[in-house]
């Protein structure tokens, strides 16, 4: 069974028996003490609760609020989504006003009341995980092809995009065609610190082998026939921001020691240069080929698969994000339907099944161009199956296909359940998260002879 991690809570106080006492009290959170300023901001870097109750008066000077407020700010600083909850005495509720002002998520009067108190984190953490949600689920929305949604293979990409966004590490984007690589290497450009600097972005595969080097380094003048003046690569031109290197699967060899270089030393020389010139870019590199694949074939180099991918992002393709189709569907023909100027409003019963049941291979592009194609030639209000020239045959094949795969992983969950609940019948449900009754229902359905 796996187990639920509980969720952070930061306790800040130079009183011994108070953090004792609260801890105790605390015992549905995974519970951090800190007694001073360095020792907090110390456990919010390592652990990033999502709440944390702040003591004002801490050492060295413990009768005055100075010292927290300004443990205040630092938190609000590092991580301005924590909720920061912050005690005081009965006689200052003016530093607790300022606190609030300053960005604190609420006050609380001692003396200590756990009960009371209690009820307050509980509100936070409540607010912290609506705020979250929300955050996930609207990042990407800034252009028709955004990565929205709201299944939980979409959620886990949202996740790791917020995770590295701020942090300077080179991210490896995997997935089919189609499935919006360049907009999420935007997203996460947009997300950093360097969202203010150039994003550049170039496709490894749809340049020729001679010509990619110079898009890249730049060349100096007179360095090859037709270089009639200096011209800087993709790479300087991206200093301070991020550079995003589309299909790097389709990089030729020779280039890929001269990228290792780069990387590794962050510097460039130009062709027909002898300056090394200094560059700072954050890396994004994607691709739909199987790196693991060619480096056992000799045809990419391990040692740049490694530096480019110090974090990876799988992109699920559409027909794996349960749900998000429809989501999709509907958010951009809302947009083509203003842009177009048409007055389209919706899809029909069937075409929303449609949707649910095509295969995608050409994962999102394909469902821009036939929303898109189907926005223009619309006759009627609503868009039918036939409209959004979907094929039938492919409908029903793909239906089946996943009506099989429902079944065995469903099964397969169930008697793995079973087995791990000692053949205990309410366990099970309770672990598959499911009733009795329905339970019953699906061993019947599925004529699952290992449970008796």
Not at 35 to 59: C, F, M, N, Y
Not at 60 to 69: I, K, R, V, W, Y
Not at 142 to 152: A, P, Q, V, W
Not at 333 to 346: D, F
Request: with cysteine.
């Amino acid at each position: 069974m796996t187990k639920i991690s509980k969720k952070k809570l930061l306790i800040i106080d130079d009183d011994p028996g108070i953090l004792k006492q609260l801890k105790w009290c605390f015992t549905d959170y995974e519970v951090i003490t800190a007694e001073h300023r360095e020792g907090a901001i110390a456990q919010v870097k390592l652990h990033q609760p999502s709440v944390v109750t702040l003591d004002l008066g801490l050492p060295p000077d413990p009768t005055n609020a100075s010292e927290g407020l300004a443990t205040l700010t630092e938190i609000l600083n590092l991580y301005p989504h924590i909720k920061v909850i912050v005690l005081t005495g009965n006689d200052d509720r003016e530093n607790a006003i300022k606190a609030i002002a300053m960005g604190a998520s609420d006050f609380f009067q001692k003396p200590v009341e756990p009960e009371t108190l209690g009820h307050v984190v509980a509100r936070a953490f409540h607010i912290h995980q609506l705020e979250e949600e929300n955050r996930q689920l609207t990042m990407f929305k800034t252009s028709t092809s955004s990565l929205i949604g709201t299944s939980e293979a979409m959620k886990k990409v949202l996740k790791m995009v917020d995770r590295i966004a701020k942090n300077n590490v080179s991210t490896l984007l995997l997935g089919e065609s189609g499935t919006g690589k360049e907009v999420l290497a935007k997203a996460i450009h947009h997300l950093s610190d360097r969202q203010k600097k150039p994003f550049i972005a170039i496709n490894c595969a749809s340049i020729p082998d001679n010509l990619l080097e110079s898009e890249l380094f730049g060349y100096e003048k007179g360095a090859f026939t037709g270089a009639n003046k200096q011209t800087k690569g993709k790479i300087e031109c991206a200093e301070g921001g991020t550079l995003f290197l589309d299909e790097i699967g389709d990089m030729p060899l020779a280039l890929q020691a001269k990228m290792l270089r780069f990387l590794q030393e962050r510097v460039i020389e130009r062709i027909g240069g002898r300056i090394e010139i200094p560059v700072d870019v954050r890396i994004i590199c994607a691709t739909h080929r199987n790196l693991a694949k060619m480096i056992t074939e000799d045809q990419f180099r391990e040692d740049l698969y490694y530096r480019i991918n110090e974090i990876c992002i799988n992109i699920p393709a559409l027909r794996e994000r349960d749900g998000d189709i429809i989501l999709l569907a509907k958010t951009l023909l809302n947009t083509y339907s203003i842009e177009l100027q048409c007055k389209v409003k919706g899809f029909t019963t069937d075409a929303m099944q449609a949707l649910m049941d095509h295969s995608w291979p050409g994962n999102i592009r394909e469902l821009q161009n036939k929303i898109k194609s189907a926005v223009i030639m619309a006759d009627t209000p609503l868009i039918d199956a036939t409209g959004l020239g979907l094929d039938s045959n492919d409908t029903i094949c793909r239906t089946e296909v996943l009506r099989d795969v429902r079944a065995r992983a469903e099964t397969k969950a169930i008697i793995s359940a079973y087995g791990l609940c000692n053949h205990n019948m309410t366990k099970t449900a309770e672990q598959l998260g499911i009733t009795r009754p329905t339970l019953y229902s699906l061993i019947d359905k599925y004529n699952i002879s290992e449970i008796g």
